[in-house]
């Protein structure tokens, strides 16, 4: 069954830092990645996702994340923090050949500190 | 553009109280699906459905029931509410295409005392 790891349920960068959100994946066959994001009070958006055809996949609002395959990770990343960006990250996998089962992670709460 | 529309957002109940959450959306989805949020848990997936007239379990679907007699709609059903089902409900509808993406409304909090 696949399944997806956060390390780090909390993250606190500098605003204009790097922030980078650790997601590894488990999965007996190729997954298909996303990260997602909640602002409060709101329900999830899709930030981008991983469908094979590149390795390095970019999102809204600049961030990107690279699947890399042996080290079974799909980190998301941004060079620049804003303080916009304070918001629960959410790394989700589905397997291929199953649609209808999305797994989530436990979610990272990213805080920005001016 | 409507998207995915959740109903009540916010909900008090007794314990051994039944309600329904609705979710409805306009996007001709075949999937739709509930999770809970709890802190540190992430989204647990409750129950969904692969088209009209088809349901299954999901990782958490103990004291809750749900029905699709129509594409728009996904009820869920708290048959007799317990304080562990204190929570943040989500409904969640993607299309047939393994790569769509989830389209989520914006949650039914839910508080049972």
């Known amino acids: 069954a696949q399944s997806v790891t956060q390390l780090g349920s909390h993250v606190s960068v500098s605003e204009g830092a790097l922030v980078l959100l650790r997601c590894n994946y488990s999965?007996?066959?190729?997954?298909?990645l996303f990260w997602y994001v909640q602002y409060p009070n709101q329900g999830l958006q899709l930030l981008l996702k991983y469908t094979s055809a590149a390795t390095l996949v970019k999102g809204i609002n600049g961030f990107e994340a690279e699947f890399k395959k042996s080290e079974t990770s799909f980190h998301l990343t941004k060079p620049s923090a804003h303080m916009s960006d304070a918001a629960e990250y959410f790394c989700?996998?589905?397997?291929?050949?199953?649609?209808?089962?999305?797994?989530f992670g436990i979610g990272t709460k990213l805080q920005v500190i001016p | 553009n409507a998207g995915v529309t959740q109903t009540p957002k916010f909900q008090v109940l007794k314990t051994g109280q039944s309600m329904t959450l609705q979710c409805a959306q306009d996007m001709n989805h075949e999937y739709m699906s509930w999770y809970r949020q709890d802190p540190g848990m992430g989204l647990r997936l409750i129950h969904y459905?692969?088209?009209?007239?088809?349901?299954d379990q999901g990782e958490v679907p103990n004291g809750y029931n749900v029905s699709r007699s129509t594409t728009e709609d996904f009820p869920l059903r708290l048959l007799s509410a317990a304080p562990s089902q204190t929570s943040v409900y989500f409904c969640?509808?993607?299309?047939?295409?393994?790569?769509?993406?989830?389209?989520f409304g914006n949650g039914t909090r839910l508080t049972v005392t």
């Open positions: 459905s692969v088209g009209a007239g088809i349901t």
């Open positions: 989700a996998v589905i397997a291929s050949g199953g649609y209808q089962k999305v797994t």
């Open positions: 969640a509808s993607k299309s047939r295409d393994i790569i769509s993406p989830l389209h």
């Open positions: 999965s007996s066959v190729p997954p298909y």
